[in-house]
């Protein structure tokens, strides 16, 4: 059986900011969640979704987020879904 993956939250937390598209769409890493591990997407288009209050009524407009998983569930690959995201280059 092949070993798990090591990947440190370190190297992950060096792709906050970055750019990068996923299912067709411009994302920006906002966050990385510890379990799992998974990186936090942003919507950089004008994709919003309205956020629900705490009890469901609806309140402020929002950028969508989304969340992508780093390794697959055997933690002995990397997720299809990470692999797939590609970087977007930032005009110099």
């Given at each position: ?13 060096g ?23 998974s ?20 309140g ?6 989304c ?26």
């Amino acid at each position: 059986m092949p070993d798990p993956i090591e990947i440190s939250l370190n190297q992950l937390r060096g792709m906050i900011g970055l750019q990068v598209r996923h299912d067709g769409g411009v994302y920006q890493v906002i966050e990385v969640l510890e379990d799992g591990p998974s990186l936090v997407l942003e919507s950089r288009q004008h994709s919003t979704s309205q956020q629900a209050d705490q009890f469901g009524e609806p309140g402020r407009w929002v950028p969508t987020t989304c969340t992508v998983p780093v390794l697959a569930a055997s933690r002995t690959a990397l997720h299809p879904s990470f692999l797939a995201l590609d970087l977007v280059e930032s005009p110099a």
